[in-house]
Protein backbone atom coordinates (compact mmCIF):
# COMPACT_ATOMS: atom_id res chain seq x y z
CA UNK A 1 0.00 0.00 0.00
CA UNK A 2 1.25 3.55 -1.18
CA UNK A 3 -0.23 7.30 -1.12
CA UNK A 4 2.51 9.53 -2.61
CA UNK A 5 1.97 13.00 -1.97
CA UNK A 6 3.48 15.81 -4.31
CA UNK A 7 3.00 19.54 -5.61
CA UNK A 8 4.12 20.82 -2.11
CA UNK A 9 6.94 23.45 -1.97
CA UNK A 10 7.40 27.57 -0.78
CA UNK A 11 4.74 29.68 -2.33
CA UNK A 12 4.51 33.45 -1.49
CA UNK A 13 1.49 34.93 0.46
CA UNK A 14 -1.68 34.84 -2.03
CA UNK A 15 -0.05 32.33 -4.23
CA UNK A 16 -1.87 28.94 -4.72
CA UNK A 17 -0.69 25.18 -4.57
CA UNK A 18 -1.91 21.94 -6.05
CA UNK A 19 -1.20 18.94 -4.17
CA UNK A 20 -1.74 15.69 -5.52
CA UNK A 21 -1.73 12.23 -3.95
CA UNK A 22 -1.33 8.38 -5.75
CA UNK A 23 -3.02 5.46 -3.75
CA UNK A 24 -1.64 1.56 -5.08
CA UNK A 25 -1.88 -1.27 -3.20
CA UNK A 26 -5.56 -0.95 -2.31
CA UNK A 27 -9.15 -0.60 -4.20
CA UNK A 28 -8.98 3.72 -3.97
CA UNK A 29 -12.92 3.85 -4.85
CA UNK A 30 -13.53 2.32 -1.58
CA UNK A 31 -11.98 4.56 0.46
CA UNK A 32 -12.90 8.08 2.15
CA UNK A 33 -9.70 10.23 1.56
CA UNK A 34 -9.05 13.43 3.42
CA UNK A 35 -5.61 15.84 3.52
CA UNK A 36 -4.63 16.73 6.99
CA UNK A 37 -1.93 18.43 8.05
CA UNK A 38 0.59 19.68 10.70
CA UNK A 39 2.06 22.76 11.31
CA UNK A 40 5.53 22.98 12.83
CA UNK A 41 4.89 22.64 16.67
CA UNK A 42 1.42 21.97 16.76
CA UNK A 43 -0.88 18.70 16.76
CA UNK A 44 -1.82 16.95 12.98
CA UNK A 45 -5.27 19.17 12.17
CA UNK A 46 -8.19 17.90 9.26
CA UNK A 47 -8.06 20.15 6.16
CA UNK A 48 -10.27 18.67 4.04
CA UNK A 49 -12.28 15.05 3.50
CA UNK A 50 -14.00 13.77 0.43
CA UNK A 51 -16.55 10.42 0.37
CA UNK A 52 -15.85 7.87 -1.92
CA UNK A 53 -18.18 9.43 -4.76
CA UNK A 54 -17.05 12.68 -4.11
CA UNK A 55 -20.68 13.64 -3.20
CA UNK A 56 -19.73 14.60 0.43
CA UNK A 57 -16.91 17.07 0.94
CA UNK A 58 -15.84 18.52 4.54
CA UNK A 59 -13.49 21.38 5.02
CA UNK A 60 -11.94 22.83 8.56
CA UNK A 61 -13.26 26.22 8.64
CA UNK A 62 -9.56 27.58 8.37
CA UNK A 63 -9.91 26.77 4.50
CA UNK A 64 -13.04 26.85 3.29
CA UNK A 65 -13.65 28.80 0.47
CA UNK A 66 -9.69 28.75 -0.15
CA UNK A 67 -9.14 25.33 -0.75
CA UNK A 68 -10.83 22.31 -2.78
CA UNK A 69 -10.63 18.76 -2.24
CA UNK A 70 -11.16 16.81 -5.56
CA UNK A 71 -10.55 13.21 -6.59
CA UNK A 72 -10.06 11.25 -9.30
CA UNK A 73 -11.23 7.31 -8.73
CA UNK A 74 -9.66 6.72 -12.42
CA UNK A 75 -6.31 7.70 -11.53
CA UNK A 76 -6.64 6.15 -7.81
CA UNK A 77 -5.74 10.02 -7.10
CA UNK A 78 -7.13 12.88 -4.64
CA UNK A 79 -5.72 16.73 -4.99
CA UNK A 80 -6.01 19.88 -2.95
CA UNK A 81 -6.55 22.96 -4.70
CA UNK A 82 -5.00 25.87 -2.68
CA UNK A 83 -5.63 29.18 -2.95
CA UNK A 84 -4.71 32.55 -0.75
CA UNK A 85 -2.41 31.08 0.96
CA UNK A 86 -1.43 32.47 4.54
CA UNK A 87 1.49 31.94 6.42
CA UNK A 88 -0.43 29.73 8.87
CA UNK A 89 -1.25 27.27 5.81
CA UNK A 90 2.37 26.64 6.44
CA UNK A 91 2.77 22.95 7.44
CA UNK A 92 3.61 19.08 6.41
CA UNK A 93 -0.01 17.87 4.27
CA UNK A 94 -0.66 14.23 4.48
CA UNK A 95 -2.91 12.01 2.28
CA UNK A 96 -5.21 9.54 4.47
CA UNK A 97 -7.17 6.98 3.45
CA UNK A 98 -9.72 5.44 5.10
CA UNK A 99 -12.75 2.35 5.05
CA UNK A 100 -13.85 0.85 7.94
CA UNK A 101 -10.90 -0.41 9.88
CA UNK A 102 -8.86 0.40 7.42
CA UNK A 103 -6.77 3.35 7.03
CA UNK A 104 -3.33 4.40 5.71
CA UNK A 105 -1.21 7.49 5.42
CA UNK A 106 1.32 8.85 3.17
CA UNK A 107 4.79 10.21 3.84
CA UNK A 108 3.85 14.01 3.94
CA UNK A 109 4.44 16.88 1.25
CA UNK A 110 5.89 20.34 2.84
CA UNK A 111 4.36 23.66 2.11
CA UNK A 112 5.99 26.33 2.88
CA UNK A 113 4.29 30.17 2.99
CA UNK A 114 7.14 32.74 2.54
CA UNK A 115 8.00 36.08 0.97
Known amino acids: VQLVESGGGLVQPGGSLRLSCVAS????????MSWYRQPPGKERELVAA????????NYADSVKGRFTISRDNAKNSVYLQMNSLKPEDEAVYYC?????????WGRGSQVTVSL
Open 96 to 104: HAVSGMQDY
Open 25 to 32: GFTFKSFA
Open 50 to 57: ISREADIR
